[in-house]
């Protein structure tokens, strides 16, 4: 049973350029969070999706957005990269209602320059 | 969001039993009590999780004291692959985890 995969696992971008990253929630799961950990850091929340809607945000600008498509699988898109968005970025899924924990993937790496 | 305090860092040794205590006392009365870890270089794994009464799954056990304002994570036999960085993260059904810094564990053999 596959748990939640992340692509890419590894990406380098330039100051000012925008990156989408995906993700593909384990199965049976509808519902999909991001995170974004700098190093040594905790992860810090961006923003839950389930039904194809933004159902909670944390503390992050518009230029992170992200979308949830019918299979449940979700992108976060980032625009207008600055240096300090290069860190870990981690995927999270759960089934709502579900009385169990939240299954991560691995993450992708980040690197803005 | 409840405010958590957990220690920066302990140590333990191979196959002794670790406690990793958190307080929470701001907890509302429907979160429940999670804890993750997070291994170097890999995502967030849960562990475990209650809400009032302790529990005890394959990978460690969770004390929860009566109050609700603190809770202990106890790993019975520590091993290497132990070592990982702990969170404790107070959490409401459907909402989203809301990560601390967690305590780093260290396990010498």
């Known amino acids: 049973d596959a748990g939640v995969t992340q692509s890419p696992t590894h990406l380098i971008k330039t100051r000012g350029q925008q990156v989408t990253l995906r993700c593909s929630p384990k199965?049976?799961?509808?519902?999909v969070s991001w995170y974004q950990q700098a190093l040594g850091q905790g992860p810090q929340f961006i923003f839950q999706?389930?039904?194809?809607?933004?159902?909670q945000r944390g503390n992050f600008p518009d230029r992170f957005s992200g979308h949830q498509f019918p299979n449940y699988s979700s992108e976060l898109n980032v625009n207008a990269l600055l240096l300090g968005d290069s860190a870990l970025y981690l995927c999270?899924?759960?089934?709502?209602?579900?009385?169990?924990?939240?299954?991560f993937g691995s993450g992708t790496r980040l690197t803005v320059v | 969001d409840a405010k958590t305090t957990q220690p920066n860092s302990m140590e333990s040794n191979e196959e002794e039993p670790v406690h990793l205590p958190c307080n929470h006392s701001?907890?509302?009365?429907?979160?429940?009590i999670h804890w993750y870890r997070q291994l170097p270089s890999q995502g967030p794994e849960y562990v475990i999780h209650?809400?009032?009464s302790n529990v005890n799954n394959r990978m460690a056990s969770l004390a929860i004291a009566e109050d609700r304002k603190s809770s202990t994570l106890i790993l019975h036999r520590a091993t290497l692959r132990d070592a990982a960085v702990y969170y404790c993260?107070?959490?409401?059904?459907?909402?989203?985890?809301?990560f601390g810094k967690g305590t780093t564990l260290s396990v010498s053999s």
């Open positions: 999270a899924s759960s089934l709502v209602g579900a009385d169990y924990g939240y299954t």
């Open positions: 199965s049976g799961h509808d519902t």
């Open positions: 999706y389930y039904e194809e809607e933004e159902r």
């Open positions: 701001t907890i509302s009365g429907t979160d429940y």
């Open positions: 209650g809400l009032t």
């Open positions: 993260i107070p959490n409401q059904a459907g909402t989203a985890l809301i």
